[in-house]
């Protein structure tokens, strides 16, 4: 069975510094992964996803992440955090049908 | 083109009260998804959808939830006798593509449900 770890639930940074948001999934089958970005009171927007063909993806707001088989993870980084990218960012798992499965999420806060 | 659309965004209702959530997906979209977030927590899959038939019930909680997507397009989750486990954001998600693509799925605002 599919799952999604998300390692820390917080996670602050200085404005400015690196944004490492980490993801591990297990799969019996090569899976698809996503980020979603969801802002108070509004649905998930996708950040990026992977889906077997580059293994660094690059997302919108300068968001990108690396698919690593060896060490089964899909870290999210950005190098130069903003105030705006305050939010709660969650992983998420396909096993290549319609199915996600979701991370428990990381809300990330920015410091001034 | 308008993305994803739920209503109520909000809904208070007293225990043992019946719900309804309406879902408007994106236009033309084959795939709908629902999906049970409760506080803290990433979403959970409730069901899907390819055009009207519903292809997957595995993750509804309970036979007081019932959904539906008679002509393909707007879907509505009905909850009967709501209890206060059930208070939590529904969100709605639709894909252009169909159960054995893995297709971007595109999320509504969601609707937060309370139930006191």
């Known amino acids: 069975a599919q799952s999604v770890t998300q390692l820390g639930s917080h996670v602050s940074v200085s404005e400015g510094a690196l944004v490492l948001l980490r993801c591990n999934y297990s799969?019996?089958?090569?899976?698809?992964l996503f980020w979603y970005v969801q802002y108070p009171n509004q649905g998930l927007q996708l950040l990026l996803k992977?889906?077997?063909?580059?293994?660094l993806v690059k997302g919108i707001n300068g968001f990108e992440a690396e698919f690593k088989k060896s060490e089964t993870s899909f870290h999210l980084t950005k190098p130069s955090a903003h105030m705006s990218d305050a939010a709660e960012y969650f992983c998420?798992?396909?096993?290549?049908?319609?199915?996600?499965?979701f991370g428990t999420g990381t809300r990330l806060k920015v410091l001034a | 083109g308008a993305g994803v659309s739920q209503s109520p965004r909000y809904k208070v209702a007293k225990r043992g009260q019946d719900v309804a959530l309406r879902c408007d997906p994106i236009?033309?979209?084959?795939?709908l998804f629902w999906y049970q977030q409760a506080l803290g927590q990433g979403p959970e899959f409730l069901t899907y959808?390819?055009?009207?038939?519903?292809?997957?019930k595995s993750g509804l909680p309970s036979d007081r939830f019932f959904a539906e997507r008679p002509e393909g397009s707007v879907s509505t989750l009905k909850i009967q006798r709501t209890q206060q486990e059930d208070s939590a954001v529904y969100l709605c998600?639709?894909?252009?593509?169909?159960?054995?693509?893995?297709?971007?799925?595109?999320f509504g605002p969601g609707t937060r449900l309370l139930v006191l």
């Open positions: 236009s033309g979209h084959v795939s």
């Open positions: 998600a639709s894909s252009l593509v169909g159960p054995d693509t893995v297709g971007t799925q595109y």
């Open positions: 959808f390819q055009n009207e038939a519903q292809l997957d």
């Open positions: 799969s019996s089958v090569p899976p698809y």
């Open positions: 992977y889906t077997s063909a580059a293994t």
């Open positions: 998420a798992a396909s096993g290549g049908t319609y199915k996600y499965i």
